[in-house]
């Protein structure tokens, strides 16, 4: 039997698929049908229907609503430093074109680094009274001791201290995914702009950004879902502490289901996570990828 091209692509697809069924989409179902039930954490306890249950206690939480908020402000402090970093790092490799060949493989390299290595490394370089950090803001004359800003052990700026090596460690893929997308606009609509006598800023608003927006998007969301489920950069280095002021819905879902057994609960607020994602997401496609529209 003659297998045209539509049937060959489909075999070679089947195995992929097949894993994916099998690994992903059905956990997925799995775990969004046990947001339904109250689940003994015994091993193969009793199941009982108990409806949207589950779902009114989680959004009814105290903890779920200052985790969700949490989760928030993280994931956009996060992403806009990497997004501005990112931009402008991108914007300076293009500009000097083959001479920042090794820039740009030094600046990929933390992209190399494992998660839990950053938020030690971190962890040791922010941590109260001999961290290195404070070590040399006190010798730079900015600090009068080592132990008067307590980055991981201040509730009101612990958040904002554990996303730094997340900026650290993942700058580097905005920066990629933006570079490559430098690269594909034409130069000539950029000489065009130098012609007609469109000054750089002009330039970066007016015809680099749009025609980047595709792209944009792409790092957007991508970077926007991973650090919305940051998990052990910041397990490492204050375990959702001090006072839950680090906890996110990741660390929270984490605990609900093996601290504290509630496997249903756990589940309703994974399945109200993911959807919150989904939305955000559907979101940032349709206000920032508009290829091809017209200006």
Do not use: K
Not at 214 to 242: K, N, S, Y
């Amino acid at each position: 039997m003659r297998v045209n091209d539509r049937r060959f692509a489909l075999l070679l697809m089947a195995p992929a698929a097949l894993f994916l069924a099998a690994f992903v989409l059905w956990p997925l179902l799995r775990f969004v049908s046990n947001a339904f039930y109250d689940i003994s954490p015994i091993a193969g306890g009793p199941r009982a229907f108990v409806g949207l249950q589950n779902f009114t206690d989680a959004f009814a939480s105290a903890s779920f609503q200052g985790a969700a908020l949490r989760t928030v402000v993280y994931t956009v402090v996060v992403v806009a430093l990497e997004f501005a970093v990112g931009l402008a790092v991108a914007l300076i490799f293009a500009a000097l074109g083959r001479r920042s060949a090794v820039f740009r493989t030094v600046f990929m390299y933390p992209l190399m680094i494992a998660p839990v290595v950053a938020g030690l490394l971190w962890r040791f370089l922010l941590i109260d009274n001999f961290g290195i950090v404070n070590e040399l803001l006190v010798r730079a004359g900015i600090l009068e001791s080592a132990n008067q800003i307590g980055w991981l052990s201040d509730p009101t700026i612990a958040i904002f201290a554990v996303a730094l090596p997340d900026v650290w460690l993942t700058t580097s893929f905005i920066t990629l995914v933006l570079f490559a997308g430098l690269q594909t606009i034409p130069g000539e609509i950029l000489e065009a702009a130098r012609i007609d006598g469109a000054r750089y800023p002009t330039m970066l608003l007016r015809v680099i950004i749009p025609l980047l927006r595709p792209v944009m998007a792409v790092a957007l969301i991508v970077r926007g879902i991973d650090a919305a489920r940051a998990f052990d950069i910041i397990l490492i280095q204050t375990d959702g502490g001090p006072q839950e002021s680090t906890t996110t819905l990741s660390l929270l879902v984490y605990r609900t289901m093996t601290r504290y057994g509630d496997i249903g609960l756990a589940s309703a607020m994974g399945t109200v996570y993911l959807i919150g994602m989904l939305l955000v997401a559907s979101i940032a496609v349709a206000a920032i990828w508009r290829p091809g529209e017209a200006r």
